[in-house]
C-alpha cells in the first residue's frame, strides 16, 4: 500500500512540472505578432525602464494615404463636400407640396427604382440627390408637362428616413453587409413622424462603422473609401481622435465603403469613439478555486464585457485572478487567447501575473484585450500543491478501502 501511494505522488509531482511556452505560428515572441506588446518580456533593466512597445509598432506602419500616400492621395478620391448634407434613399417618405394643388400635394415613398413618382408627372430621380435637387426637378416636369405655365410655389422635405443597406470591409472587425438607420416599432415617435425632418445620425457613416464592430487598430482612418454610384469618395475621419470635429457623411441603399490598413498596430486608436467597438466581449476561463466572496459575480460566466481599450492585467483584474491572502495567492498565471485580425491566425501569450506586476516596463508586455479574445487564469502555486495532497488524500483512502 504504501508503493502504491509513492507511485501516485510520483505521478502527480511528474504533472505539476512547469507548462512548456506555447507554440505560436507568428513569431510573436520577439515582437512581430499584431502587438509588440504581445513580445516575451526581456530580462530586468538595471536602470530606467525604457517602453518600446509603441515605437515598434509605429515602425511598420505605412504612411496615411491621406496625407498624399496611395490612391487617395493621387486625386483618385473626389470631394467630400458633394456628399454633405441631406440625401435622399429609396423607401424615404418625402413631403411634397405643389400651392394650392390637391392632386399633387402629398406625401410620397421614393421607390425601389429611386425615383419620386407623382401622379401626371415622369419619374423624378430621387436617389442620392438632395431635397434642392429633387425640388428643381420637379419645376422642370411641371413646365415641360404643360400642367402648369407658371410655378406655383413648391416644397419638397424629407418626413421620415428609411433604413439604408450597405457594405463595409476592410480594417474593421466584422465586415459584412449591414442595416443600419431602422427604427423598431415599439421606438416609432408618432409626434415626430407628422413633424417634417428626421434625424440623419443614425444613417451616418460612423453607424456602418460600429455596426461591423468598429475599426481595427490598423486600420487607416485618413482614407476611408466611400463608393457611391461608380464614384470614389476619400474621407479623413482622423478627426475623431484628434479632438476635431470629424467629417461624416450620411448613407444611401448601395454605398460601399472600405477601411484601408496601415498594416500595423496603432495604439492611438485604442479608445472608445463612434467608430471603434462599443466594447469588448471576452471569453474567460476563472480559477479553479475563485474568492467565494469577491468573485461570485464571475462564477459560471462565459463571457465578460470590458471597456475598449483595457489591457491584459486589466482583463486579470477584472476577472477575479488576483487578490486575496498573499501567502497562499502568489505565482498565479494568466494566458491570452487571441487572433491577428489580418491574417486570422491565433496566438497564445502566457505571463506570470506577480512578474508582470513587479515590473517597471510592464506596459511594454502589456497588450490590448482585442473583441473576442479569450483569458485562462491559472492558480497559484499553494492551491496546486493544496490540490495535490487532496487528490493524495483520495487516493489514499481509496486504497485503504481496498
Known amino acids: 500500500m504504501p508503493r502504491a501511494l509513492l507511485f501516485g505522488l510520483a505521478g502527480l509531482l511528474a504533472g505539476c512540472t512547469p507548462v512548456g511556452d506555447p507554440q505560436n ?215 475623431v481622435f484628434e479632438g476635431r470635429n470629424m467629417v461624416d457623411v450620411m448613407l444611401i441603399t448601395g454605398d460601399t465603403i472600405f477601411v484601408p490598413s496601415r498594416q500595423c498596430f496603432q495604439d492611438d486608436l485604442m479608445r472608445p469613439s463612434p467608430i471603434s467597438p462599443p466594447g469588448v466581449s471576452m471569453f474567460l476561463s476563472n480559477l479553479t478555486q475563485p474568492a467565494q466572496h469577491n468573485a461570485n459575480s464571475a462564477i459560471g460566466r462565459d463571457v465578460r464585457e470590458m471597456p475598449y481599450g483595457t489591457r491584459f492585467l486589466q482583463a486579470v483584474v477584472d476577472s477575479n485572478c488576483v487578490g486575496g491572502a498573499k501567502t497562499s495567492s502568489a505565482h498565479r498565471s494568466a494566458a491570452l487567447l487571441s487572433r491577428n485580425p489580418e491574417t486570422g491566425v491565433s496566438v497564445v501569450i502566457h505571463r506570470d501575473i506577480e512578474a508582470m506586476l513587479d515590473r517597471g516596463d510592464r506596459d511594454d508586455y502589456d497588450p490590448y484585450i482585442l473583441p473576442g479574445d479569450a483569458l485562462a487564469c491559472y492558480d497559484s502555486t499553494v492551491t496546486n500543491i493544496a490540490e495535490v495532497a487532496r487528490v493524495l488524500g483520495l487516493v489514499g483512502v481509496a486504497l485503504a478501502l481496498n
Open 25 to 239: 505560428i507568428e513569431p510573436v515572441s520577439r515582437g512581430a505578432g499584431y502587438q509588440a506588446q504581445y513580445r516575451d518580456p526581456e530580462p530586468r533593466q538595471t536602470g530606467q525602464p525604457v517602453l518600446r512597445s509603441a515605437l515598434m509598432n509605429a515602425q511598420k506602419c505605412l504612411p496615411w494615404r491621406g496625407d498624399g500616400g496611395g490612391e487617395a492621395g493621387k486625386g483618385g478620391g473626389l470631394n467630400t463636400l458633394a456628399l454633405q448634407g441631406e440625401k435622399v434613399s429609396r423607401n424615404d417618405i418625402v413631403d411634397v407640396r405643389v400651392g394650392a394643388d390637391a392632386d399633387l400635394t402629398g406625401r410620397y415613398v421614393i421607390s425601389r427604382d429611386g425615383a419620386l413618382k407623382l401622379p401626371f408627372l415622369r419619374p423624378i430621380p430621387a436617389q442620392g440627390r438632395s431635397v434642392e435637387e429633387i425640388e428643381a426637378r420637379l419645376e422642370q416636369e411641371l413646365l415641360s408637362s404643360g400642367l402648369y405655365e407658371t410655378l406655383p410655389p413648391l416644397s419638397v422635405r424629407i418626413a421620415d428616413f428609411a433604413s439604408v443597406t450597405v457594405g463595409v470591409s476592410g480594417a474593421v472587425f466584422e465586415p459584412h453587409q449591414v442595416e443600419i438607420g431602422g427604427v423598431s416599432g415599439d421606438e416609432t415617435d408618432t409626434e415626430r413622424q407628422l413633424a417634417l425632418g428626421a434625424s440623419t445620425e443614425a444613417r451616418n457613416l460612423s453607424a456602418a462603422l460600429r455596426a461591423v464592430g468598429g475599426v481595427r487598430p490598423d486600420a487607416d482612418i485618413s482614407a476611408v473609401e466611400l463608393r457611391r454610384n461608380g464614384q470614389l469618395h476619400v474621407i479623413d475621419m482622423r478627426g
